[in-house]
Nanobody, 121 residues
Framework: QVQLVESGGGPVQAGGSLRLSCAASRYTYSMGWFRQAPGKEREGVAAIDSDGSTGYADSVKGRFTISKDNTKNSVTLQMNSLKPEDTAMYFC??????????????????WGQGTQVTVSS
């Protein structure tokens, strides 16, 4: 079993930045960030594997950057130029293997409790 603990969420004004971090209790090959707004389905935001391959949702490309520290079993999501539509609960997820679809929540076995990001206009 892998425990994931997220940190770094909070309120921010539109155009601002936040940095989310996720620490895993042990090594996992793939890690990703997902988000869920009220009344909406959980969606993939960004994902990365231990070889450095990344995937991003079209809505965040050019604004968000995901990075993984294999020595610390952690993943970070740097979010810039935040928009009100980025408001959601953000979840860290992980798996031992490379997902077939890196932004598909169903491909990830382990999940954190989530951290809220609220972007005001």
């Amino acid at each position: 079993q892998v425990q994931l603990v997220e940190s770094g969420g909070g309120p921010v004004q539109a155009g601002g930045s936040l940095r989310l971090s996720c620490a895993a209790s042990r090594y996992t090959y793939s890690m990703g960030w997902f988000r869920q707004a009220p009344g909406k389905e959980r969606e993939g935001v960004a994902a990365i594997d231990s070889d450095g391959s990344t995937g991003y949702a079209d809505s965040v490309k050019g604004r968000f950057t995901i990075s993984k520290d294999n020595t610390k079993n952690s993943v970070t999501l740097q979010m810039n130029s935040l928009k009100p539509e980025d408001t959601a609960m953000y979840f860290c997820a992980a798996n031992y293997f490379r997902p077939r679809a890196v932004l598909n929540p169903g491909e990830y076995r382990f999940w954190g409790q989530g951290t809220q990001v609220t972007v005001s206009s």
